[in-house]
């Protein structure tokens, strides 16, 4: 310690004298030398120079000494009596201010802060990871709680963890079992967010991940519908039906469920697998079953409605009865009583055109617009029996209509003309059977058109070729283009609202398109049944995942149209693909370096969402990041 002094006015005295502080010096953890002062003395009177030297000598031994016992001579026993007083008044005053903790306090925050100094020289940054879209959907699958519910189920926590783990990869990234664990490995944080060690996976507890969800599969349907009721308070008072199919990669050829059928997408050389779904208005699956490829869709509704209504009881008043809305391909006869008679009523596209129907003098005509702004005509029209019927007109599906008609035509005709062609060429086709072959394979391609052709072949007993291929065009003098008719069993819908109703179908089409573009659905690689039934369930509740995340987008982005003052403002809710591209954005990454003290500092860094990111956290009300910074420090 060392006094220093100032010239300062003494208003005591009157005088300019000397104001004396006590100060130490010590090296701070970057080596630069630094003073503190520990006490303000003030104004000293009669004392030599000399003396004051030794009240710092004093006061050192002291500071350096503080806590030990002298076992020899005092060591004070040097100094004068007014040296040894001063040094023990200036003691207790640095003991009272606490002035004696100065320099440690001040070591202590200089390593600290040379702790956070890092040489940018040896800034590294390794194992980064993907983040953003792993933690939007697991606040998604806690939103739901189905950590909880796979506990009750006797799940241990290694399995629960691995299962979610999976399921969020497969909602994400939509890979086969062995690429979802080289992911999660190697790619993803969704390890990190679980709590699992990456060398715990195994190609084995990934692929039981879907047999063990297939195992529960009605329970867990089950309590995901009773969570979603819970959480979004849906009516349910109307149902969507439909099946929609996809097609397998190879031959099956011991397989019972995989069977040619109608693809939709015309993989007409692939065997098939058709899912039967029935989702409520907001997009919630309600019930699901996986059939045979073969399966029509009229036959699949008796065994749909049956399972339905167990999970979902009939109403007993006209007000809680359920509206069943259903296409024309699932819309028999048959399929209608049935509905009638389960305690549901329907809605569908009649599956033949009304001829013998009349309009009411008093019945009026309802003027509705499409998405494209162009008009269809609504109008109720009366036929024979207890259903009620209303018949659409849109000039633009008038245009379109005639138009693949046109078309149509125009490539069965040029068909015929090849094949007709072909009996006149060298190499071509001539033999009876395989002309007439050919032509059934063209009146497949184009059934539509096909059956206003009569079509005449002329055969050669002799040789047994054909010889002549001529056609008739029969077509009605009359085409009606654009005009199909909406049938209920509900007498007090209006022509809007049953408009309206039939074209919530569009949202179990949207629910196919994200199973099978954005959830990668198709084609099937797996080869057992059962691997092929779990690869479908477990893209069904990625789906749940995703409709969670998507309608609570929905509703926001409907309260801020609403706020709008602008009427034209619209308000998109991006589909999957987009909310993974926005969420990927987001990462974590471990960032190393040394800093002043030698240390080497590891620091885990979650990035902070971009803009649009922060706004698909807000209207989810989501935590917007797993954590900010974990720091490590050890020494090299």
Sequence with gaps: MNFTSQIRHNPETGKDEKYYRLKESYRNASGNACTRILLNVGFIHGLKPEEIRDISKGLTYKYEHQGEQELWEDQMAVYSDIVREKIEEYWAMMVEQKSLDIIPNAIRESQAKARRRIDVDTLEHTD???????????????????????????????????????????????????????????????????????????????????????????????????????????????MLFDLTNFYFEGRKENSKKAQFGRSKEKRTDCKLLVLALAINTDGFIRYSDILEGNTADPKSLPDMVDKLIAQNPVGTTPEEKVLVVIDAGISSQENLDLIKAKGYNYLCVSRKALTDYEVKPDARTVIVKDCKEQPIKLQEVHTEGEDYFLKIDSPAKALKEESMNRNFRRHFEDGLTAISSSLTKKSGTKKYEAVLKRIGKLEGRFPSIARYYTIDVEKDDRSGNATSVRWKLQMPEKQVYGTYFLRTNVPNLDEKTTWDYYNLIREIECSNRQLKTDLNLRPIYHRRDERSDGHLFLGLLSYWIVNVIRHQMKKVNEKRKMADPNPKAEYPTPYWTEIVRI????????????NTLGEKVEMRICSTPTTKAADIYSMLNYKPMPFRKIKICRTQ
């Design 128 to 238: 980064a990871r993907e983040i953003g879209a792993e933690w939007l959907c697991l606040q998604a699958v806690r939103q739901l709680r189905i950590e909880g519910f796979l506990r009750s189920l006797g799940w241990t926590e290694e399995d629960v963890k691995i299962a979610i783990a999976h399921l969020i990869t497969r909602t994400i990234y939509t890979p086969s079992e062995l690429k979802s664990m080289r992911i999660m490995q190697e790619n993803s944080g969704i390890c990190e967010l679980m709590g699992i060690p990456e060398d715990s996976l195994t190609l084995r507890k990934i692929y039981s991940v879907a047999d063990r969800f297939l195992e529960e599969k009605t329970r867990i349907e089950k309590y995901l519908c009773h969570t979603t009721d819970d959480l979004f308070k849906p009516t349910n008072r109307i």
């Design 583 to 594: 969420m990927s954005t987001q990462k974590a990454v471990t960032s190393e370096a040394t």
